[in-house]
C-alpha cells in the first residue's frame, strides 16, 4: 500500500468546554490517497473545516493522529509544523489571501522565497500556462478579477510541489463561470500533473470534480463516494440530511 499523502485516525476536536463543548469532529478516520483530488462534503457545522484544518496542521487534534505523506503532525514543535506546511502543504482559502503589493509571478513564488528554496522555473514556468496567467505576470492582484486572483491562488498553492494541496471553498467568493474554472485547474493539476487534492465544499456541483467524495455528519465519516455526479451528491445530501432528521425527532420522541 502507498503511504497516503494525507491521513487522519481516530480523530477528535472538542472546542470549549462544559456546557460550551462542541465536538467538532467526533472519531474521523480516513486516508487522503496520493494522486487523487478528494472533496469533504457535508452541512454547516458538521466539521469539515475543523478535519481540513486539522488534518493540513493548522489546528491540533484534541485526541487522535494527523499525519501528511506518513509524517505524524502530532507531538510536532510549532516550529517544525511551520516549516512541514511550508515545504509539504499547499492551501487554497475562501479569501484568495494575496500580497496586494506584490505581482502575479511574485505572488506565485512567496512561499518558495520565504521558505529560501531554490526556485523550480521549470515547474513555475509549466504552472503559470496551466492557470493561464502568462499576460498578468507583472500585475498586481487589484487589477485582476476574483477568479483570476483565485488562479494565482492556486499556482502559488502548487509552486513548492506540495505533498498535498488543501483548498477551503475555493469557488466560494466566485461566479460560477469563474468557479468553473478554478474546479477544472484543481482537477487538471491532479489528473495531468499528479498532484493531490483535498477540498472542503458544500456545493454538490464543486464536489463532482473530485474523484472521490466524504461526507460528514455531525463531526463523523458517515459516508463516501467515487466517480462523483453533482445530482449523485445531492441525492445523497437529501438521504442524509433525512435520516439527520428522523434521528432527530426519535431523540426528541425520547426526551418527551
Ligand atoms: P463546517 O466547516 O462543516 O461548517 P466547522 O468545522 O467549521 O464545520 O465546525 C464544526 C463545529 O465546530 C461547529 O459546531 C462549529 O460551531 C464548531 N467550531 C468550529 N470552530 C470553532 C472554534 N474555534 N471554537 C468553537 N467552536 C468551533
Same mark, same amino acid.
Given at each position: ?17 462544559? !456546557? ?59 516550529? $517544525? ?8 502543504? +499547499? ?13 502575479? &509571478? ?6 518558495? !522565497?520565504?521558505? +529560501? ?14 492557470? +493561464? ?21 492556486? &499556482? ?15 469557488? +466560494? ?44 455528519? !455531525? ?11 453533482? !445530482? ?15 434521528? $432527530? ?8
Amino acid at each position: 500500500m502507498s503511504v497516503p499523502a494525507a491521513r487522519v485516525v481516530d480523530a477528535v476536536k472538542v472546542y470549549g468546554a462544559g !456546557d460550551a463543548e462542541v465536538r467538532a469532529l467526533d472519531g474521523v478516520s480516513v486516508d487522503f490517497p496520493a494522486g487523487r483530488f478528494t472533496a469533504i462534503m457535508g452541512p454547516s457545522g458538521s466539521g469539515k473545516s475543523t478535519l481540513m484544518h486539522c488534518a493540513a496542521g493548522l489546528d491540533t487534534l484534541t485526541s487522535g493522529s494527523a499525519a501528511i505523506a506518513g509524517t505524524e503532525l502530532t507531538g510536532l514543535d510549532d516550529r $517544525r509544523l511551520t516549516l512541514l506546511r511550508r515545504e509539504r502543504v +499547499g492551501f487554497v482559502f475562501q479569501a484568495f489571501n494575496l500580497l496586494p503589493t506584490l505581482t502575479v &509571478a511574485e505572488n506565485i513564488t512567496l512561499p518558495r !522565497d520565504l521558505a +529560501g528554496a531554490a526556485g523550480d522555473a521549470e515547474w513555475t514556468d509549466a504552472l503559470i500556462d496551466v492557470v +493561464g496567467l502568462r499576460d498578468r505576470l507583472h500585475h498586481r492582484p487589484s487589477e485582476l478579477s476574483g477568479g483570476q486572483q483565485q488562479r494565482v491562488a492556486v &499556482a502559488r498553492a502548487f509552486a513548492g510541489r506540495p505533498e498535498v494541496v488543501f483548498a477551503d471553498e475555493p469557488t +466560494g467568493n466566485l461566479d460560477s463561470r469563474s468557479g468553473a474554472e478554478v474546479l477544472e485547474l484543481l482537477g487538471r493539476a491532479v489528473r495531468t500533473m499528479g498532484r493531490t487534492v483535498v477540498m472542503v465544499t458544500h456545493d454538490p456541483v464543486a464536489a463532482a470534480h473530485a474523484d472521490d467524495v466524504i461526507f460528514l455528519a !455531525d463531526g463523523r465519516l458517515v459516508d463516501r463516494m467515487a466517480g462523483p455526479t453533482a !445530482d449523485g451528491v445531492l441525492d445523497r445530501i437529501k438521504e442524509l440530511d433525512r435520516k439527520a432528521a428522523s434521528t $432527530r425527532s426519535a431523540q426528541e420522541g425520547v426526551a418527551t
